[in-house]
Protein backbone atom coordinates (compact mmCIF):
# COMPACT_ATOMS: atom_id res chain seq x y z
CA UNK A 1 0.00 0.00 0.00
CA UNK A 2 1.45 3.17 -1.10
CA UNK A 3 1.90 6.78 1.23
CA UNK A 4 -1.11 8.22 -0.35
CA UNK A 5 -3.43 5.28 0.14
CA UNK A 6 -2.71 5.07 3.75
CA UNK A 7 -3.42 8.98 4.44
CA UNK A 8 -6.64 8.35 2.61
CA UNK A 9 -7.72 5.12 4.48
CA UNK A 10 -6.82 6.87 8.01
CA UNK A 11 -8.46 10.09 6.68
CA UNK A 12 -11.85 8.31 5.52
CA UNK A 13 -11.98 6.27 8.69
CA UNK A 14 -12.11 9.30 10.27
CA UNK A 15 -14.36 10.99 8.55
CA UNK A 16 -16.59 7.61 8.84
CA UNK A 17 -16.67 7.78 12.67
CA UNK A 18 -17.07 11.70 12.85
CA UNK A 19 -20.48 11.42 10.31
CA UNK A 20 -22.74 10.34 12.89
CA UNK A 21 -21.93 13.58 14.99
CA UNK A 22 -22.08 15.26 12.11
CA UNK A 23 -25.74 13.90 11.09
CA UNK A 24 -26.97 14.24 14.33
CA UNK A 25 -26.22 17.83 14.43
CA UNK A 26 -28.81 18.23 11.24
CA UNK A 27 -31.62 19.70 11.76
CA UNK A 28 -35.34 17.49 11.41
CA UNK A 29 -36.88 18.19 7.97
CA UNK A 30 -40.30 19.50 8.33
CA UNK A 31 -42.52 16.64 6.81
CA UNK A 32 -40.15 13.90 7.14
CA UNK A 33 -38.58 14.36 10.88
CA UNK A 34 -36.00 12.36 11.60
CA UNK A 35 -35.96 9.37 9.23
CA UNK A 36 -34.98 11.72 6.52
CA UNK A 37 -31.37 11.68 7.94
CA UNK A 38 -30.72 8.27 6.18
CA UNK A 39 -30.70 10.98 3.15
CA UNK A 40 -26.76 11.54 4.58
CA UNK A 41 -25.80 7.79 3.49
CA UNK A 42 -28.19 6.83 1.19
CA UNK A 43 -27.60 9.53 -1.48
CA UNK A 44 -23.80 9.62 -1.27
CA UNK A 45 -23.94 5.96 -1.71
CA UNK A 46 -26.29 5.75 -4.85
CA UNK A 47 -23.88 8.49 -5.75
CA UNK A 48 -20.87 5.86 -5.75
CA UNK A 49 -23.14 3.55 -7.59
CA UNK A 50 -23.67 5.78 -10.59
CA UNK A 51 -20.11 6.35 -10.18
CA UNK A 52 -18.82 2.65 -9.96
CA UNK A 53 -21.02 2.02 -12.71
CA UNK A 54 -19.55 4.92 -15.02
CA UNK A 55 -15.86 3.92 -13.69
CA UNK A 56 -16.71 0.22 -15.15
CA UNK A 57 -17.86 1.34 -18.42
CA UNK A 58 -15.32 3.90 -19.06
CA UNK A 59 -13.03 0.84 -18.71
CA UNK A 60 -14.38 -1.76 -20.27
CA UNK A 61 -13.91 1.00 -23.26
CA UNK A 62 -10.48 1.31 -22.95
CA UNK A 63 -10.64 -2.56 -22.84
CA UNK A 64 -12.64 -3.58 -25.93
CA UNK A 65 -12.12 -0.98 -28.44
CA UNK A 66 -8.88 0.60 -27.27
CA UNK A 67 -7.28 -2.54 -26.74
CA UNK A 68 -5.83 -2.21 -23.36
CA UNK A 69 -5.64 -5.83 -21.26
CA UNK A 70 -5.03 -4.07 -17.69
CA UNK A 71 -8.30 -2.16 -18.44
CA UNK A 72 -9.92 -5.46 -17.48
CA UNK A 73 -8.78 -5.08 -13.74
CA UNK A 74 -10.22 -1.77 -13.12
CA UNK A 75 -13.32 -3.24 -15.10
CA UNK A 76 -13.88 -5.87 -12.08
CA UNK A 77 -13.22 -3.63 -9.78
CA UNK A 78 -15.67 -0.96 -10.25
CA UNK A 79 -18.03 -3.83 -11.28
CA UNK A 80 -17.77 -5.46 -7.46
CA UNK A 81 -17.80 -1.84 -6.02
CA UNK A 82 -21.11 -1.16 -8.17
CA UNK A 83 -22.59 -3.99 -6.22
CA UNK A 84 -21.40 -2.88 -3.13
CA UNK A 85 -23.15 0.73 -3.06
CA UNK A 86 -25.53 -0.68 -5.21
CA UNK A 87 -26.60 -2.92 -2.40
CA UNK A 88 -26.26 0.09 0.36
CA UNK A 89 -28.52 2.25 -2.14
CA UNK A 90 -30.94 -0.27 -2.64
CA UNK A 91 -31.47 -1.13 1.31
CA UNK A 92 -31.38 2.13 2.70
CA UNK A 93 -33.80 3.45 0.10
CA UNK A 94 -36.83 1.07 1.02
CA UNK A 95 -36.17 1.70 4.65
CA UNK A 96 -36.44 5.55 4.45
CA UNK A 97 -38.82 4.75 2.02
CA UNK A 98 -41.41 3.06 4.41
CA UNK A 99 -41.91 6.01 7.21
CA UNK A 100 -41.60 8.46 4.65
CA UNK A 101 -44.44 6.77 1.79
CA UNK A 102 -45.47 4.12 3.46
CA UNK A 103 -44.33 1.30 1.44
CA UNK A 104 -41.28 -0.25 0.80
CA UNK A 105 -40.99 -0.13 -2.31
CA UNK A 106 -42.74 1.09 -5.57
CA UNK A 107 -42.07 0.28 -9.10
CA UNK A 108 -41.02 3.65 -10.79
CA UNK A 109 -38.61 4.87 -13.46
CA UNK A 110 -35.85 5.72 -10.29
CA UNK A 111 -36.34 2.51 -8.56
CA UNK A 112 -36.98 -0.28 -11.38
CA UNK A 113 -34.23 1.19 -13.25
CA UNK A 114 -31.78 1.24 -10.08
CA UNK A 115 -32.72 -2.01 -9.58
CA UNK A 116 -32.07 -3.15 -13.18
CA UNK A 117 -28.34 -1.20 -12.57
CA UNK A 118 -27.51 -3.50 -9.67
CA UNK A 119 -28.53 -6.76 -11.23
CA UNK A 120 -26.39 -6.23 -14.64
CA UNK A 121 -23.28 -5.70 -12.28
CA UNK A 122 -24.88 -9.00 -10.28
CA UNK A 123 -24.88 -10.26 -13.51
CA UNK A 124 -21.35 -9.25 -14.56
CA UNK A 125 -19.61 -10.64 -11.46
CA UNK A 126 -21.44 -14.26 -11.86
CA UNK A 127 -20.12 -14.14 -15.71
CA UNK A 128 -16.56 -13.35 -14.84
CA UNK A 129 -16.87 -15.79 -12.30
CA UNK A 130 -18.44 -18.81 -13.99
CA UNK A 131 -18.20 -17.91 -17.72
CA UNK A 132 -14.75 -19.03 -18.76
CA UNK A 133 -12.37 -17.80 -21.35
CA UNK A 134 -13.43 -15.33 -22.96
CA UNK A 135 -15.67 -13.96 -20.57
CA UNK A 136 -13.97 -10.31 -19.98
CA UNK A 137 -14.55 -9.07 -23.41
CA UNK A 138 -18.77 -10.00 -22.84
CA UNK A 139 -18.71 -8.54 -19.46
CA UNK A 140 -17.30 -5.28 -21.00
CA UNK A 141 -19.69 -5.40 -23.12
CA UNK A 142 -22.51 -5.71 -20.14
CA UNK A 143 -20.64 -3.14 -18.14
CA UNK A 144 -21.08 -0.60 -21.09
CA UNK A 145 -24.65 -1.23 -21.10
CA UNK A 146 -24.70 -0.34 -17.17
CA UNK A 147 -22.95 2.78 -17.65
CA UNK A 148 -25.38 3.44 -20.68
CA UNK A 149 -28.43 3.14 -17.80
CA UNK A 150 -26.63 5.90 -15.53
CA UNK A 151 -28.14 9.40 -17.04
CA UNK A 152 -31.41 7.43 -17.62
CA UNK A 153 -31.52 6.96 -13.58
CA UNK A 154 -29.95 10.28 -12.89
CA UNK A 155 -32.87 12.52 -14.59
CA UNK A 156 -35.69 9.90 -14.11
CA UNK A 157 -37.32 11.38 -11.44
CA UNK A 158 -37.57 14.31 -13.66
CA UNK A 159 -39.33 13.07 -16.02
CA UNK A 160 -41.49 10.69 -14.79
CA UNK A 161 -44.25 10.58 -11.80
CA UNK A 162 -42.64 9.45 -8.72
CA UNK A 163 -42.57 9.77 -4.73
CA UNK A 164 -38.62 10.09 -5.28
CA UNK A 165 -37.19 13.62 -4.57
CA UNK A 166 -35.66 14.80 -7.70
CA UNK A 167 -32.42 16.12 -8.51
CA UNK A 168 -33.37 19.83 -7.32
CA UNK A 169 -33.21 18.85 -4.13
CA UNK A 170 -28.88 19.18 -3.94
CA UNK A 171 -28.91 22.46 -5.13
CA UNK A 172 -31.55 23.42 -2.80
CA UNK A 173 -30.71 22.06 0.51
CA UNK A 174 -30.68 24.46 3.06
CA UNK A 175 -26.76 25.22 4.86
CA UNK A 176 -27.29 23.36 7.91
CA UNK A 177 -28.57 20.31 5.84
CA UNK A 178 -25.77 20.53 3.20
CA UNK A 179 -22.71 20.56 4.94
CA UNK A 180 -23.39 17.04 6.57
CA UNK A 181 -24.30 15.93 3.26
CA UNK A 182 -21.09 16.83 1.30
CA UNK A 183 -19.26 16.22 4.56
CA UNK A 184 -20.69 12.64 3.82
CA UNK A 185 -20.29 12.69 -0.03
CA UNK A 186 -16.22 13.61 0.54
CA UNK A 187 -16.02 10.57 3.14
CA UNK A 188 -17.68 8.01 0.64
CA UNK A 189 -16.03 9.35 -2.27
CA UNK A 190 -12.88 9.04 -0.51
CA UNK A 191 -13.43 5.10 0.34
CA UNK A 192 -14.76 4.69 -2.94
CA UNK A 193 -11.47 5.89 -4.43
CA UNK A 194 -9.45 3.60 -1.69
CA UNK A 195 -11.37 0.82 -2.61
CA UNK A 196 -11.24 1.18 -6.09
CA UNK A 197 -7.38 1.48 -6.22
CA UNK A 198 -7.30 -2.03 -3.50
CA UNK A 199 -9.67 -3.99 -5.52
CA UNK A 200 -7.72 -3.39 -9.02
CA UNK A 201 -4.68 -3.78 -6.98
CA UNK A 202 -6.13 -7.36 -5.91
CA UNK A 203 -6.45 -8.02 -9.71
CA UNK A 204 -3.00 -6.82 -10.73
CA UNK A 205 -1.72 -9.63 -8.16
CA UNK A 206 -3.95 -12.53 -9.43
CA UNK A 207 -2.53 -11.14 -12.89
CA UNK A 208 0.63 -11.95 -11.51
CA UNK A 209 0.22 -14.99 -9.70
CA UNK A 210 -1.15 -16.53 -12.99
CA UNK A 211 2.29 -15.20 -14.96
CA UNK A 212 4.20 -16.81 -12.29
CA UNK A 213 2.54 -20.20 -12.61
CA UNK A 214 2.49 -20.13 -16.44
CA UNK A 215 6.33 -19.63 -16.26
CA UNK A 216 6.54 -22.45 -13.49
CA UNK A 217 5.47 -24.93 -16.03
CA UNK A 218 7.13 -23.51 -18.91
CA UNK A 219 10.52 -24.62 -17.00
CA UNK B 1 -103.65 5.35 -13.63
CA UNK B 2 -100.40 3.89 -14.38
CA UNK B 3 -98.53 7.00 -13.72
CA UNK B 4 -100.09 7.50 -10.13
CA UNK B 5 -98.45 3.83 -9.35
CA UNK B 6 -94.94 5.20 -10.32
CA UNK B 7 -95.21 7.93 -8.75
CA UNK B 8 -96.52 6.96 -5.34
CA UNK B 9 -93.64 3.75 -5.92
CA UNK B 10 -91.18 6.37 -6.35
CA UNK B 11 -92.16 8.15 -3.71
CA UNK B 12 -92.10 5.12 -0.97
CA UNK B 13 -88.92 4.00 -2.22
CA UNK B 14 -87.15 7.43 -1.64
CA UNK B 15 -88.64 7.07 2.09
CA UNK B 16 -87.37 4.00 2.74
CA UNK B 17 -84.33 4.55 1.44
CA UNK B 18 -84.13 7.64 4.09
CA UNK B 19 -85.55 5.72 6.95
CA UNK B 20 -83.01 3.17 6.30
CA UNK B 21 -80.18 5.72 5.90
CA UNK B 22 -80.97 7.27 9.29
CA UNK B 23 -81.15 4.00 11.48
CA UNK B 24 -77.58 2.58 10.02
CA UNK B 25 -75.74 1.74 12.42
CA UNK B 26 -72.02 2.97 12.96
CA UNK B 27 -68.95 2.64 10.28
CA UNK B 28 -66.62 0.25 11.06
CA UNK B 29 -63.65 2.78 10.20
CA UNK B 30 -63.50 5.82 12.01
CA UNK B 31 -61.56 8.54 10.63
CA UNK B 32 -59.59 10.40 12.49
CA UNK B 33 -56.93 13.29 12.02
CA UNK B 34 -53.75 12.04 13.46
CA UNK B 35 -52.72 8.34 13.88
CA UNK B 36 -52.90 7.43 17.27
CA UNK B 37 -49.54 6.86 18.52
CA UNK B 38 -49.16 3.48 19.46
CA UNK B 39 -49.87 3.28 15.60
CA UNK B 40 -47.34 5.51 14.13
CA UNK B 41 -43.87 3.84 12.02
CA UNK B 42 -40.66 4.60 14.35
CA UNK B 43 -38.39 6.29 12.83
CA UNK B 44 -35.47 5.31 15.39
CA UNK B 45 -34.96 1.49 14.01
CA UNK B 46 -35.68 2.25 10.44
CA UNK B 47 -32.71 5.12 10.43
CA UNK B 48 -30.28 2.45 13.09
CA UNK B 49 -31.00 -0.13 10.48
CA UNK B 50 -29.98 1.72 7.49
CA UNK B 51 -26.44 3.24 9.37
CA UNK B 52 -26.02 0.04 11.10
CA UNK B 53 -26.25 -1.91 7.10
CA UNK B 54 -23.63 0.34 5.94
CA UNK B 55 -21.24 0.46 8.89
CA UNK B 56 -21.46 -3.72 8.26
CA UNK B 57 -20.90 -3.66 4.36
CA UNK B 58 -18.45 -1.55 4.50
CA UNK B 59 -16.66 -3.20 7.64
CA UNK B 60 -17.61 -6.65 5.77
CA UNK B 61 -16.19 -5.75 2.59
CA UNK B 62 -13.01 -4.37 3.64
CA UNK B 63 -12.03 -7.03 5.66
CA UNK B 64 -12.96 -9.30 2.58
CA UNK B 65 -10.87 -7.59 0.70
CA UNK B 66 -8.01 -7.12 2.68
CA UNK B 67 -7.99 -11.10 3.05
CA UNK B 68 -7.68 -12.03 -0.56
CA UNK B 69 -5.35 -9.68 -0.48
CA UNK B 70 -3.23 -11.26 1.73
CA UNK B 71 -3.69 -14.39 0.30
CA UNK B 72 -2.38 -13.63 -2.90
CA UNK B 73 0.95 -11.72 -1.51
CA UNK B 74 0.96 -14.64 0.46
CA UNK B 75 0.83 -16.48 -2.86
CA UNK B 76 3.10 -14.48 -4.59
CA UNK B 77 5.84 -14.65 -2.26
CA UNK B 78 5.03 -18.47 -2.08
CA UNK B 79 5.74 -18.65 -5.57
CA UNK B 80 8.91 -16.46 -5.92
CA UNK B 81 10.60 -18.04 -3.62
CA UNK B 82 9.80 -21.26 -5.57
CA UNK B 83 11.38 -19.67 -8.35
CA UNK B 84 14.59 -18.96 -7.06
Not at chain 1, 8 to 22: D, E, N
Not at chain 1, 85 to 90: H, M, R
Request: proline fraction near 7%; include cysteine; charge should be positive.
Amino acid sequence: MTRSMVVMLVLAAGMFAAAPFMIDAAPYEATMGLVYKIYFFHMPSAWMFLTAAVTAGVASFRLLFLKRPRADHWVTAAAELAVVFGAFTLVTGPLWARKAWGVWWVWDARLTSSLMLFMIFVAYLLLRKYGGPGSDKLGAGLALFGMANVPFIYVSVNYWRTFHPPTSVVPTLPVEMGIPLWYCVTAFTLMYVILLRLRARLEHQRARVEALYLAEDEL
Amino acid sequence: MRLRILVMSIVLLGATGAFAQSKQPPPDFVPVENAPPGEQIPAMPLLGAAYGFIWVGMLGYVWSLARRLHQVEAEITELESRKR
